[in-house]
């Protein structure tokens, strides 16, 4: 597997560090909340034409919003059909088992990784959280400001002050693909459910080369839309040597889709998935995935866990 050709991808770790105004009632699900005030905001602010549908807006190809939210493959692009939706350009992070009710005055924080040339619009993303801290969020509308943004480029989670007006560095690529020594050990916790589907039916216990192809399709087309990577083909990925011992229990929980208008019910694994053998090949892809999420609403924050290795 030629991980290489993923050199070129720019991964931008920030952190919100926020301050609770009045009580805020969120539940565990924070990342379709957070996911859906920065839709509706970045909406209100940049939509001219909000009595048309956007597939019927002939200013589609300017629109911000639609650019962020709902991007979609340059004109001419030869694989337009098939990557129709590309994946959204950025990821939020929030653990599902984080504190959920706050006071006013309590601090909360959440993570938003940026993908490439995304990064440009930082400042269009920070705006819409700020709006979205004055009019409130969650069952309460708790209302909340933003106090300190912080952002890592080490990978190691020592995150540093972003000055107003600059924008971060990214990750740091080297970290992904130069390893020192062989790997023979890993766990995978996921803190948020994780969703994946084979053949129809909700993979309870997924299959290794299931998650490694997903991740690996995953940074293929982000690199490829935000990054000016080369889109290429299906990964070789060999794992017949590397036993695999699940810990995973189903999670059932729900959100509320604004574009639905109505209540979805959902379901993923919860727990711990861990790996023997020689890992080295593939620990630049898990190390990846860690900051990507995996599977179904990967965006909204689901299939996020943390890595440890030896």
């Not at 705006?127 to 509308?141: L, P, S």
């Not at 000016?228 to 695999?244: F, H, M, P, Y």
Request: glycine share 8%.
């Amino acid at each position: 597997m030629e991980i290489q050709h993923f050199e070129t991808l720019k991964i931008y770790r920030l952190r919100f560090i926020c301050r609770t105004m009045s009580l805020l009632d969120q539940g565990p699900f924070w990342g379709s909340a957070l996911h859906g005030v920065l839709g509706q905001n970045l909406y209100k602010h940049f939509c001219t034409n909000t009595n048309i549908e956007c597939a019927d807006c002939n200013t589609r190809a300017d629109c911000k919003y639609r650019q962020i939210f709902y991007p979609e493959p340059p004109a001419g692009h030869e694989h337009a059909t098939k990557y129709a939706d590309p994946p959204q350009p950025f990821i939020i992070q929030k653990d599902m088992f984080d504190k959920v009710v706050f006071m006013p005055g309590d601090q909360f924080t959440f993570d938003f990784i940026v993908i490439g040339d995304a990064i440009n619009n930082l400042i269009h993303f920070t705006e819409a959280f700020a709006r979205a801290g004055k009019k409130g969020m969650g069952r309460m509308r708790g209302k909340f400001e933003i106090i300190q943004i912080l952002y890592d480029a080490t990978g190691a989670g020592n995150f540093e002050p972003l000055q107003a007006g600059l924008l971060p560095l990214p990750l740091n690529s080297n970290d992904f693909f130069n390893l020192s020594h062989k790997v023979s050990k890993a766990e995978l916790w996921f803190v948020t459910p994780l969703h994946l589907k084979e053949k129809g039916q909700v993979a309870r216990k997924p299959r290794l080369e299931l998650l490694l192809n997903r991740i690996f399709e995953r940074v293929n087309l982000l690199n490829h839309f935000y990054c000016d990577g080369e889109l290429i083909g299906a990964a070789q990925i060999v794992t017949d040597n590397i036993q695999v011992n699940y810990q995973l229990e189903n999670y059932a929980f729900g959100r509320f889709s604004n574009r639905h208008e109505k209540h979805l019910k959902l379901n993923g694994m919860i727990g711990k998935i861990a790996l023997q053998g020689d890992l080295t090949s593939i620990l630049p892809l898990l190390q990846i995935g860690q900051l990507l999420n995996i599977g179904k609403m990967a965006t909204l924050g689901l299939g996020q866990y943390r890595l440890s290795y030896g």
